[in-house]
């Protein structure tokens, strides 16, 4: 209780504000001013009147909310704490299908350096992935890093020609079908909710697939009891919130990515405390890096006018 009360204070005392992600530890989702998925925490980020930023989560998410707010303290708990899909492209073969492809759209995933998305014309996350491609001009979109979200969102968009790259998220592409079959015969009523980041063949066996907002909300509007749920445990936090009382599966080999759980109260209240752990971004490439992140916020907004008739 007593580094709740130290961290509560320090943020007044800062003017401070605290952002988290759905997979980060349940106290540490607990103490947070906004919890969400990577979407809603870059529509957060925008927003803020707050002169500090702690970001719980990992590396490319402190460095969007630095890159969209050059001029505030963005803080993370943790700068060990990583993303390891972030890093799996490489800026040569960019290059190369660019010379290839002369009316070739880059649609960088949001969990990617931005070393990454300065090369890359438009950014997406899980949330607005399709709808974002959708707008985009011209029919050859190299899609980065993840290959598994850039093949389920290519189902979607078929008058779009798709290259893809070799990255995936460790945490996602390592579950199990067979546990996910084995979880369907044990509870045959529940939907599998899964997050677009497995592989084709846990897809295959989903009811339901998108963002970790997505999952929640699917979950919270159902009458259902019960869920199979594929996608990173932390989840679990705001389901039970959401949607009281009823139970959620994971696959046995629980989906755990560790980066996230680097994140802790007493790490939360040292950065507030001496500032260490600041986020910077290389001068040479935050502005290349930030536009694809501002072209994701305005042609999001520019579909959600389109599906609302406005
Ligand atoms: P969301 O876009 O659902 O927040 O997913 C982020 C993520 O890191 C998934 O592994
Ligand atoms: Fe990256 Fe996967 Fe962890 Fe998400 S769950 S932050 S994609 S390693």
Redesign the pocket.
């Known amino acids: 209780m007593q580094i709740i009360e130290k961290i509560k204070k320090l943020k007044e005392e800062k003017n401070a504000v605290i952002l988290a ?1 759905y ?1 980060v530890a349940d106290e540490v989702q607990a103490v947070a001013d906004y919890v969400g998925d990577s979407f809603y925490l870059s529509k957060v980020a925008v927003n803020l009147t707050a002169q500090v930023i702690v970001f719980c ?2 590396s490319f998410m402190g460095e969007s909310a630095k890159l969209l707010n050059p001029d505030k303290m963005v803080l993370m708990p943790d700068m060990k704490a990583d ?4 890093h799996m492209a490489d800026p040569a073969y960019i290059a190369e299908m660019k010379r290839e492809y002369e009316d070739l759209q880059v649609v960088c995933y949001i ?1 990617s350096t931005a070393e990454l998305k300065a090369l890359s014309d438009v950014c997406v996350t899980s949330a607005n992935a399709v709808d974002i491609v959708k707008e985009l001009p011209g029919k050859n979109i190299l899609f980065i890093p ?1 290959e598994n979200l850039g093949r389920h969102v290519a189902k979607q968009v078929p008058e779009k020609h798709f290259i893809f790259n070799p990255g995936c ?4 592409a390592q579950m199990k079908a067979d546990e996910v079959k084995k979880l369907k015969e044990l509870h045959p009523q529940a939907p599998v909710l899964t997050h677009p ?1 497995c592989r084709e063949d846990i897809l295959a066996l989903s009811d339901y697939i998108g963002s970790t907002s997505g999952i929640i909300g699917y979950a919270a509007a159902s009458e259902k009891e019960e869920f199979i749920i594929c996608t ?1 445990s932390g989840v679990a936090y705001e389901l039970g919130k959401r949607a009281p009382g009823r139970t959620f599966y994971f696959p046995e080999t629980l ?1 755990v ?1 560790m ?2 759980k680097l994140i802790t109260l007493e790490k939360i209240a040292d950065v507030l405390e001496d500032e260490n752990g600041q986020v910077h971004v290389d001068a040479g490439i935050s502005e290349a890096a930030c536009r694809p992140l501002r072209a994701m916020l305005e042609l999001a907004e520019q579909a959600r006018r389109k599906k609302e008739g406005k």
């Open positions: 992600h997979y989560g990992v993303c390891a899909m972030a969990n993840d998220c460790p945490v996602h980041e990173e989906p990515c980066d996230m």
